[in-house]
């Protein structure tokens, strides 16, 4: 691996607004700000578009910065705005009509990602924010892999170490206070490094912001590797670690999580899981935990599992679910690759890889769990459910034929990550061709984008959304190629 050390910076080493949704009504939205300054440092004011002010909040203060919230709500119109500092920002916040939602994932890459020239990085980011200045986006849904933290490996010579070692060192190796300090700063200052780029802070100061992690935000594979591994006094720390960090700067909360200190729309108030329930006038998104108690043989836990049915049977009638699992539901027929790689000793390397997919052999039972209650969610309280998804860094989607109602999957990945070789997508393409259809009677089949030939389309690209006279539909930006025609939802 060739890490590259995040070293934020910006003019005043102040960063942010960084803006994240909260839900809303019919008259108002909630929304919480993320602002990071030197500590000592005097922040600008902040107001509302009625001109009062919102005193900030100390979340955490950290290796010299101090982590501060606002929270407030804007009236649910068209002119809504917030004002920090000389700067003033627009907000779409009505969501009682027509309205536009951007999904993106994978903002980042294993290697070299700090080192792109950022107007090649972000080229999509420029372009959602040409999408935002046309037709403004309500919310930006963020699917995982908001950063590339895998150079955590490198950030202390007691984790190399520890990299390098043999199993039973490993094991005996406790995880010390300057390991935790060198760890989690680097987390901190990683986020900081990507969401301080100019083309990026420019969309999360204009739309809030719903996020949930995947492994690249801890480090790759996180959940799927061995048991001994994750149990480990080193390993658990880093997760320690990579919790608090996501907790600040993908829920704008405080690290040391509680019933009392956590937002209300976090699922188990105890913080085991942090999955999560927004709702808005006619629409509620839910975005499960996919990495807070994974292990190689469970993908979302006990405390998710216990959570997620009654948040998914108490939305409100007639709402729109939009649901994203940070590794898609509906995917190729992994079972084989397995079993190829089982027999080649030298191939194992990758079996975290795929063990992090839904439809890996070691995960059957608990995805069709996970359909089922799609289902039964789907067609017992008659709601339409749309999954999103990212992670495979390819655009692709799926629909699972439920007894009533057809479920659509939609997957884009990634907004930043380089694309696969065109072979890698025409591999995928040929295991979604054997299919996998886990639920007797009810496929679940992958998909050409509206246009495409291909199952899989190996470029970068980023999703949107938008509901218009009750209607919803999906477009596909993809790099190079552009804009995919409606897809009815």
């Given amino acids: 691996m060739t890490a590259s050390t995040p070293s934020p910076s910006t003019d005043t080493d102040l960063f942010g607004p960084f803006l994240f949704a909260r839900g809303g009504t019919g008259q108002i939205s909630r929304i919480a700000a ?3 300054a030197p500590e000592g440092l005097d922040i600008p004011e902040f107001r509302t578009d009625s001109g009062q002010p919102v005193l900030p909040e100390l979340l955490a203060t950290l290796y010299g910065r101090c982590y501060w919230r606002f929270e407030f709500e804007l009236p649910a119109n068209a002119g809504a705005c917030y004002h920090f500092g000389s700067e003033t920002y627009s907000v779409c916040t009505d969501f009682t009509g027509d309205l536009r939602i951007g999904f993106v994932s994978c903002n980042g890459q294993e290697d070299g990602d700090l080192d792109r020239p950022l107007e090649d990085r972000n080229a999509l980011w420029i372009d959602l924010a040409r999408q935002h200045q046309d ?3 309500a919310l930006l849904l963020h699917g995982g ?30 995880f010390t206070e300057d390991m935790r300090d060198a760890v989690l700063k680097f987390y901190l ?19 809030p912001s719903l996020m949930m992690w995947d492994d690249h935000d801890i480090f790759d594979g996180w959940g799927s590797h061995k048991k001994w591994f994750q149990g480990s006094q080193v390993a658990r720390g880093m997760f320690a670690c990579a919790r608090a960090a996501f907790c600040l700067m993908q829920l704008a909360t405080s690290p040391d999580t509680g019933p009392k200190t956590l937002p209300a729309m976090v699922l188990d108030r105890d913080g085991r899981s942090l999955g999560w329930r927004v709702d808005y006038p006619g629409l509620s998104l839910i975005a499960p935990d996919l990495r807070s108690e994974r292990t190689p043989n469970d993908i979302i836990g006990d405390h998710g599992w216990r959570d997620l049915p009654g948040a998914l049977e ?5 709402n729109r679910i939009l649901l994203m699992s940070s590794v898609p539901v509906i995917g190729p027929r992994l079972s084989l690759v397995e079993m190829f790689l089982h027999l080649l000793p030298s191939a194992q390397k990758y079996e975290d890889d795929l063990r992090d997919q839904w439809q890996s052999r070691w995960h059957r039972r608990e995805w069709c769990r ?3 209650l799609l289902e039964r969610i789907a067609n017992d309280h008659d709601h339409e459910i749309t999954l999103l998804s990212g992670e495979i860094h390819v655009a692709t ?6 007894a009533g109602k057809t479920l659509h999957q939609l997957v884009a990945s990634g907004i930043s990550h380089t694309a696969p070789p065109v072979m890698f997508a025409r591999v995928l393409g040929l295991l979604a061709w054997i299919g996998d259809h886990p639920l007797p009677d009810r496929p679940t089949r992958l998909k050409p984008l509206p246009g495409r030939k291909g199952t899989y389309c190996a470029a970068r690209n980023y999703l949107t959304l938008a509901r218009k006279n009750e209607r919803w539909d999906a477009n596909w930006h993809l790099e190079g190629i552009g804009e995919t025609p409606d897809l009815t939802i």
């Fill in 135 to 137: 037709r403004p986006f």
């Fill in 370 to 372: 996970f359909l089922e």
């Fill in 145 to 174: 892999d908001q950063i590339y933290a895998d150079g955590v490996w490198e950030c202390h010579p007691g984790i190399i170490a520890w990299d390098k070692a043999r199993r039973r060192q490993k094991l005996a190796t406790a």
């Fill in 34 to 36: 993320l602002v990071v």
């Fill in 397 to 402: 989607r799926g629909t699972f034929e439920t």
């Fill in 189 to 207: 200052d990683h986020y900081l490094a990507i969401y301080g780029q100019p083309q990026i802070s420019h969309m999360l100061a204009r739309v």
């Fill in 314 to 318: 108490t939305i409100p009638d007639g």
